[in-house]
């Protein structure tokens, strides 16, 4: 019952079962220390071992040279030993050491995982090949070097061994010695010549990001402008595009060009500007510029030259993305037709154009389909994606289908020198990797020749480079390999047994789908296009927009947009804004509200254009929103004229409208190409219809004219009046004859026309007129009303426009 009355809260009170809770709190203390003691003791020695154990110091390697030595050669290894530990190490010694040959190139793979693994237990050559360290305090390097003659390194047959170089050395926790650190590569062993060499054949790839934009000059020569001065950089001296050109200078490559990096440099050989904030700075490169493409020109004579499409389009996001939008398939024949252009023209070399190469060269079917669409016969791909079950690596070649040959690169050799390589160590490593997968390849079947290609990353840094080429340069004509190039490759006889099974389209890595451009920017792409067609059809000289912006379009789906997102976003921005800017200099001028008196009147409307260039193939139409008010042009809803206007100038483009009725009505100009399609917005005014019939005309013209005669005789009274006042005064007696008041006085021939008998124009007595004629003409009555008629008003009319008819 009490157990009971607890568990429903009616037991015990709070402060006496705080006090148990305490109490059994202390009561388990001791057991909770004896736990914790026990789990931090593993920890402690944990700690201890690393400080202590194989990873104590760091092994890094300086040279290694010769990279796959020859009988008779010197092996000299050098680096730098690190203790990482926070005590002294002391009577350090650095040994090389050989394992034993390993087995084929799976292998090798696994043994490149465990590269700083100092726990392979392989005895050091030892002896007077070894260096002594008494001493290695913490965080401070210690350089090596050692050279072994290569009859000393227990070499057997033909294979890879793994070369190691250890650190062993003793500490104060563990006074006997121990491995406290090392490092592993590999060293290729050919001490005879190769029965049958593998073909290599290596592509060499000369691909950059985008730099020109859509944008050019107003001038004769259309100025360049560039986005950003990046790709000065890497064309001078020491620049990743510069140290490619001369690395491949004098190895057996096939050079892979992206025509649109020739066409940018060439566009910096001239004239160009860079962009800078809100404004445009001339650029200063041009020097740089020349001298890349005379090094290119001189480097690719020859050789084999492969031309992409032009800005090496993105194949993937055009199967999986872009093909859900109409047109976007249709850019590909055009760049490739460039692409052949453009390397023929700067480089004086007819490249071969007829190779698609899909990111990573991962493919499935609709990438093939993709890749041939655009005039593409072979297909470069990838083992890991098209892969083989078999004990050996096949030709590269194989047919896939359609007439189409897919060229399969192998997969580890072309991603052997990914990854950092800017320091020695890690050019070793990777150098070693390359040159034992090579021999290891060619082992797997000595007696039958295969040919194999290698396709490394897109744009490989300089040091990437730098690393690529030392190995090739290694693999000189007495070793196992000997150069080919890919159109020999893809010509080579097929493997009878090799995969042509293209992988499906749920294999596509998904990795790479999500770097893909978005269908968003191939409607984009599509919209702009659209833009520009309408453009072009009205200009007199369409070629100075076509070529820029067809570019500009091929470079908004190119494969060096992955992985930026954002900048293919801005720059597909950049070429629809500064399109749209354009399309604007072509534009109808805003009109305010126009008054229509009278049953017919000219509307005018006036075209701009704002281009250096002159515009025609356009027509301009006027529509009524209300005809039964307002018609256009002999009874019509709308009106049309045609438009032809000179660079810089304007149009005025005059209607007639006829009113019927009065009151107010929206009217619509519009811009049209000729085959109806609408340019530009809409511009819509009002118009004020004041309707004046026949009869109202008439009314208005008695008026007028009763006005105008009422005047006269208003007028004639008054002179008459004057008259009969000037005769009725008496003579003046000082005036003598002949005077001005006499009547009898003649008048004078050279005085011109007597306006006194002139202005009266009636008819009346002789002696009327005659007083008329003597006297002089009096001032009105100052209380005579204001005249009917007064000045014209010389002040603007309202708001509105006035249209005469």
């Known amino acids: 019952m009490a157990e009971a009355a607890d568990f429903q809260g009616m037991g015990h009170s709070p402060a006496r079962r705080w006090l148990r809770r305490t109490a059994a709190l202390i009561a388990g203390a001791p057991l909770l220390a004896g736990l914790l003691a026990v789990t931090a003791a593993p920890a402690a020695h944990a700690g201890e071992a690393a400080a202590t154990g194989p990873h104590t110091a760091d092994v890094a390697l300086d040279t ?3 990279s796959a030595p020859v009988p008779g050669d010197t092996l000299t290894v050098s680096g730098t030993v690190t203790n990482k530990s926070k005590r002294t190490l002391d009577n350090a010694t650095v040994n090389v050491e050989v394992g034993p040959q390993l087995s084929g190139r799976v292998a090798i793979d696994d043994a490149a995982e465990r590269s700083d693994d100092a726990s392979v ?3 050091p050559i030892g002896g007077k090949y070894k260096v002594n360290l008494p001493k290695l305090i913490s965080g401070v390097p210690y350089d090596f070097k050692l050279a072994i003659p290569v009859s000393k390194l227990g070499l ?8 190691g170089v250890s650190l062993n050395g003793t500490t104060p926790d563990l006074p006997y010695e121990h491995t406290l650190g090392a490092q592993r590569t590999f060293l290729p062993w050919q001490p005879e010549a190769t029965e049958k060499k593998t073909q290599l054949t290596y592509l060499w790839p000369l691909i950059s990001t985008t730099h020109l934009t859509a944008e050019t000059g107003s001038d004769e020569q259309q100025t360049p402008v560039f986005a950003n001065d990046d790709l000065a950089t890497d064309l001078a001296p020491g620049g990743r595009l510069q140290q490619l050109v001369a690395l491949g200078d004098d190895l057996p490559v096939t050079w892979v060009i992206d025509p649109d990096l020739l066409a940018s440099v060439d566009a910096m050989t001239r004239s160009y500007r860079v962009r800078s904030g809100t404004t445009t700075v001339p650029g200063k490169s041009q020097a740089v510029a020349n001298q890349w493409l005379d090094a290119l020109d001189k480097a690719v004579r020859g050789h084999k030259v492969v031309a992409l499409p032009f800005s090496d389009p993105d ?14 398939l249709s850019h590909l024949q055009p760049a490739t037709e460039v692409a052949r252009t453009t390397v023929a023209t700067i480089l004086h070399v007819d490249p071969s154009t007829d190779f698609a190469w899909p990111v990573d060269g991962a493919i499935d079917p609709s990438i093939v389909d993709v890749a041939t669409s655009g005039g593409a016969h072979k297909i470069i791909t990838r083992s890991d994606s098209l892969q083989d079950n078999l004990p050996y690596s096949p030709n590269a070649a194989r047919p896939i289908g359609g007439g189409t040959t897919a060229v399969v690169a192998d997969a580890q050799l072309s991603t052997g020198f990914q990854g950092d390589l800017t320091t020695a160590d890690n050019s070793i490593l ?5 040159l034992a ?6 082992l797997q079947q000595p007696s039958k020749q295969r040919s194999i290609v290698v396709a490394p990353q897109r744009m490989p840094t300089a040091a990437q480079a730098q690393s690529m080429a030392s190995a090739l340069r290694t693999l000189g004509p007495e070793r196992w390999t000997q150069p080919s190039n890919l159109i020999a490759a893809a010509a080579a006889k097929p493997d009878a047994d090799a995969n042509t099974k293209v992988p499906s389209t749920s294999r596509y890595p998904k990795k790479l789908r999500n770097q893909e451009l978005p269908t968003s920017a191939f409607q984009q792409i599509a919209d702009t296009q659209s833009q520009l067609d309408n453009f072009k059809a009205i200009l007199s000289a369409p070629d100075r927009v076509e070529a820029p912006f067809a570019n500009a379009l091929y470079r908004a789906m190119a494969t060096s947009w992955r992985g930026n997102p954002t900048g293919a976003q801005q720059y597909r921005d950049g070429v629809q804004n500064y399109l749209l800017s354009l399309t604007n200099g072509v534009q109808l001028i805003h009109k305010s509200v126009l008054t229509l008196s009278g049953r017919s009147a000219t509307i005018p409307v006036t075209v701009q254009n704002q281009l250096v260039q002159g515009v025609e193939h356009l027509v301009l139409r006027l529509t009524s929103s209300k005809p039964n008010r307002l018609k256009i042009d002999a009874d019509k809803k709308s009106a049309e004229e045609p438009i032809k206007i000179d660079g810089e100038h304007s149009q005025s483009v005059k209607f007639t409208g006829a009113g019927n009725a009065t009151g107010p009505v929206s009217v619509t100009a519009q811009l049209y190409t000729l085959d109806g399609k609408p340019y530009g917005r809409p511009m819509t005014f009002k118009v004020k219809v004041s309707e004046i019939t026949p009869t109202v005309m008439l009314v208005i013209a008695g008026g007028v004219l009763l006005l105008v005669l009422a005047g006269a005789k208003m007028y004639s009274r008054r002179k008459r009046a004057a008259a009969r006042k000037a005769a009725a005064e008496p003579a003046d007696p000082e005036d003598p004859p002949g005077g001005p008041d006499d009547p009898t006085d003649p008048v004078d021939p050279k005085d011109g026309a007597d306006s006194r008998n002139s202005t009266t124009g009636t008819k009346d007595t002789q002696g009327t007129k005659a007083a008329e004629d003597t006297v ?4 009105s009555d100052p209380e005579d009303p204001e005249p009917d008629t007064g000045p014209e008003n010389a002040k603007a009319s309202g708001t509105g426009e006035k249209v005469n008819r």
Not at 315 to 328: C, D, E, I, Q, Y
Not at 437 to 442: I, P
Not at 776 to 779: A, I, V
């Open 121 to 123: 237990d392989v005895p």
């Open 776 to 779: 002089p003409e009096q001032p």
């Open 437 to 442: 997968q090579s021999l290891a390849l060619t």
């Open 64 to 66: 290694l040279s010769p």
């Open 315 to 328: 194949l993937a996001s055009l199967a999986h993305r872009g093909k859900n939008v109409s047109g976007s």
């Open 430 to 434: 990777a150098i070693q990797k390359f």
């Open 156 to 163: 057997g047959g033909d294979g890879v061994y793994q070369l």
